[in-house]
């Protein structure tokens, strides 16, 4: 069965400064992969996801990932954090008929 | 009303009562999910639904029971739950379960359940 990891729990980045969450999955095949942002009291919103094609990818709100086979990695990057960016971060991998979630990386934003 | 629609948002219930959380989406889709958010875990998946015919279980205890009487609307019937229980529980719909993958996935805000 797959599994995400999400190794970082909780992150604390300056306002304007780079943001890189880190995401390793584990399944035998290329799965469909995804990053979502939950703010608090609200429920999960899809930033981007990778299917196939190119390994960079781009999604809403400045985000993008790249996908590295050899790494089973799919990190998520954004240059310039805002403070809107504060929340609750999960990676998630599909397969079949299951989707699993990785447990979060949760983002703070210092002023 | 847009997206993916539950209520209530709250729910605090006793050990022996019976309730149920609904479900509703207004975008068409095929397929709809039923997760599990508890405090410092991972989203659980407990139930798959597409076209209306469930397609996975993931081992949930018997207390919850589905229902998804048409592809708009899924209920989570609740009886006999354990404090345990107590979490977050969201909806999610896609356009459709893909055979090599689901398709990306859009969530209702949750109900907050409390079980005292």
């Known amino acids: 069965a797959q599994s995400v990891t999400q190794p970082d729990i909780h992150i604390t980045v300056s306002e304007g400064a780079s943001l890189e969450l880190r995401c390793n999955y584990s399944?035998?095949?290329?799965?469909?992969l995804f990053w979502y942002v939950q703010s608090p009291g609200q429920g999960l919103q899809l930033l981007l996801k990778?299917?196939?094609?190119?390994?960079l990818v781009q999604g809403i709100k400045g985000f993008e990932a790249e996908f590295k086979r050899s790494q089973s990695s799919f990190n998520l990057r954004k240059p310039s954090v805002h403070w809107s960016d504060a929340a609750e971060y999960f990676c998630?991998?599909?397969?079949?008929?299951?989707?699993?979630f990785g447990a979060g990386t949760r983002l703070t934003v210092k002023p | 009303e847009t997206g993916v629609t539950q209520t209530p948002r709250h729910l605090v219930m006793g050990m022996t009562n019976k309730k149920s959380l609904k479900c509703e989406q207004h975008?068409?889709?095929?397929?709809m999910y039923w997760y599990k958010q508890s405090a410092k875990k991972p989203l659980e998946l407990m139930f798959v639904?597409?076209?209306?015919?469930?397609?996975e279980n993931n081992s949930v205890p018997s207390r919850f029971s589905p229902e998804c009487p048409n592809s708009s609307h899924l209920f989570l019937h609740l009886h006999t739950l354990q404090p345990e229980d107590s979490a977050l529980y969201l909806c999610?719909?896609?356009?459709?379960?893909?055979?090599?993958?689901?398709?990306?996935?859009?969530f209702g805000p949750g109900t907050r359940l409390t079980v005292l």
């Open positions: 999610a719909s896609s356009q459709e379960i893909r055979l090599a993958g689901v398709d990306e996935q859009f």
């Open positions: 399944y035998g095949a290329t799965p469909y």
């Open positions: 990778y299917f196939s094609g190119d390994t």
């Open positions: 998630a991998v599909g397969a079949g008929n299951d989707m699993r």
């Open positions: 975008l068409g889709h095929n397929a």
């Open positions: 639904y597409s076209l209306e015919e469930r397609v």
